[in-house]
């Protein structure tokens, strides 16, 4: 199917061209989304005349995403979740949770403007895009720890994962002083 793009599509094209997708992906996506209109004659008419105001249209969102870009760029946002002691997460941090984390810091983000590839399932700082607009992308960095003093912890630096309470060492004389005590061993 030929397709009229109404804005640049990565991978695709830029606005006002002309390009043959799939029948499926025009109708599921490009069309639903409002991204592009059928190659008829009187929807090329119609773009020509309307080209102005769609190119106008087109600019001053790409205005509005670059000045949230400027402040978004580089924030750090905590996620708390449960984890085990190796750090592997009883769920997933996805992308309903970032944008609710990105809203709850004063940003407006969606959840279909969040880039993840893989749900994120481990503790630790992740780095990940968001696509503003076609023309404009950010990264942040999500922080999933599982208490708000680990968060502090993870963004110093230091490993979720690490027990510092006591060294191995530490645990075999605490072990075998209990089992002399107990009169089971001779130390």
């Known amino acids: 199917m030929d397709v009229i793009l109404l804005e640049r599509v990565a991978k695709l094209g830029q606005m006002g061209e002309t390009v043959r997708v799939r029948d499926g992906y025009a109708r599921n996506f490009l069309l639903a989304r409002g991204k592009a209109l059928r190659a008829t004659e009187n929807n090329k008419k119609h773009f020509e005349t309307q080209r102005a105001q769609i190119e106008a249209r087109n600019l001053e969102a790409k205005k509005e995403a670059e000045a949230v870009a400027e402040k978004l760029n580089g924030q750090s946002f905590n996620i708390i979740r449960q984890a085990g002691e190796s750090g592997q997460l009883y769920g997933s941090v996805s992308a309903r949770?970032?944008?609710?984390?990105?809203?709850?810091?004063?940003?407006?983000?969606?959840?279909?403007?969040?880039?993840?590839?893989?749900?994120?399932?481990?503790?630790?700082?992740?780095?990940?895009?968001?696509?503003?607009?076609?023309?404009?992308?950010?990264?942040?960095?999500?922080?999933?720890?599982?208490?708000?003093?680990?968060a502090e912890r993870q963004a110093r630096g230091e490993s979720a994962t690490i027990r510092e309470e006591t060294s191995?060492?530490?645990?075999?004389?605490?072990?075998g002083a209990a089992l002399a005590e107990a009169g089971d061993v001779e130390m």
């Open 97 to 150: 949770d970032i944008a609710e984390a990105a809203t709850a810091g004063g940003f407006s983000v969606s959840r279909d403007q969040i880039v993840l590839v893989h749900p994120i399932k481990t503790l630790g700082l992740h780095q990940t895009p968001v696509h503003l607009h076609p023309e404009v992308d950010v990264k942040i960095t999500i922080n999933v720890a599982r208490s708000e003093e680990e």
């Open 168 to 175: 191995m060492d530490d645990l075999g004389l605490e072990v």
